[in-house]
Antibody, heavy 120, light 108 residues
Framework: QVTLKESGPGILQPSQTLSLTCTFSGFSLSTYGMGVGWIRQPSGKGLEWLANIWWDDDKYYNPSLKNRLTISKDTSNNQAFLKITNVDTADTATYYC????????????WGQGVMVTVSS | DIQMTQSPASLSASLGETVTIECRASEDIYSNLAWYQQKPGNSPQLLIYDANSLADGVPSRFSGSGSGTQYSLKINSLQSEDVASYFCQQYNNYPPLTFGSGTKLEIK
């Protein structure tokens, strides 16, 4: 059974760095073809893809935020991480991690999401 | 970037009806398209991948079709549990992966 769960700070101030953790089970990020992605959704709005990390440590970022994003993984502990630097109110959203399907870059399992508010 | 234009933005239909949601890509995406369902207060769930393949556990009243730049999601015999927002996503050419803006489906 595949599960993913996000964790984060809940609230932070503008200019701070947002650190998110995705803890998953039911698959391994050392398996060929596997990957984890981060997607966010402001309240009442659409989905925005942020970054993917693959089993071989390949990383892909949304160019619109690339300079601010860092994705990483801890394969032995079944975790993936995302850092976003210099946050502002526009980064307020629910952040999801999701498993990238083995044979395509769509997401076949999603976490429940973690809400992050940026406010002074 | 590949732009995904989804229509309609909202849709109201009666129980038992058939509804269709469309997604148009700004260039050929060679059927590398997924559809997701997001029920109120929940995370998105995969419905369709590779434009027309049903994800595990998804009822057969959902179907996907299309090719090139034009794709559609059809829901037959609309049920109350189908009230949700629906999003398409292309994965042919990235970064970035891109989503449609979503369709909110309500029961009339």
């Amino acid at each position: 059974q595949v599960t993913l769960k996000e964790s984060g700070p809940g609230i932070l101030q503008p200019s701070q760095t947002l650190s998110l953790t995705c803890t998953f089970s039911g698959f391994s990020l050392s398996t060929y073809g596997m990957g984890v992605g981060w997607i966010r959704q402001p309240s009442g709005k659409g989905l925005e893809w942020l970054a993917n990390i693959w089993w071989d440590d390949d990383k892909y970022y949304n160019p619109s935020l690339k300079n601010r994003l860092t994705i990483s993984k801890d394969t032995s502990n079944n975790q993936a991480f995302l850092k976003i630097t210099n946050v502002d109110t526009a980064d307020t959203a629910t952040y999801y991690c999701a498993r990238k399907a083995n044979y395509g870059s769509y997401f076949d399992y999603w976490g429940q999401g973690v809400m992050v508010t940026v406010s002074s | 970037d590949i732009q995904m234009t989804q229509s309609p933005a909202s849709l109201s239909a009666s129980l038992g009806e058939t509804v269709t949601i469309e997604c148009r890509a700004s260039e050929d995406i060679y059927s590398n398209l997924a559809w997701y369902q997001q029920k109120p207060g929940n995370s998105p769930q995969l419905l369709i991948y590779d434009a027309n393949s049903l994800a595990d556990g998804v009822p057969s009243r959902f179907s996907g079709s299309g090719s090139g730049t034009q794709y559609s999601l059809k829901i037959n015999s609309l049920q109350s549990e189908d009230v949700a927002s629906y999003f398409c996503q292309q994965y042919n050419n990235y970064p970035p992966l891109t989503f449609g803006s979503g369709t909110k489906l309500e029961i009339k």
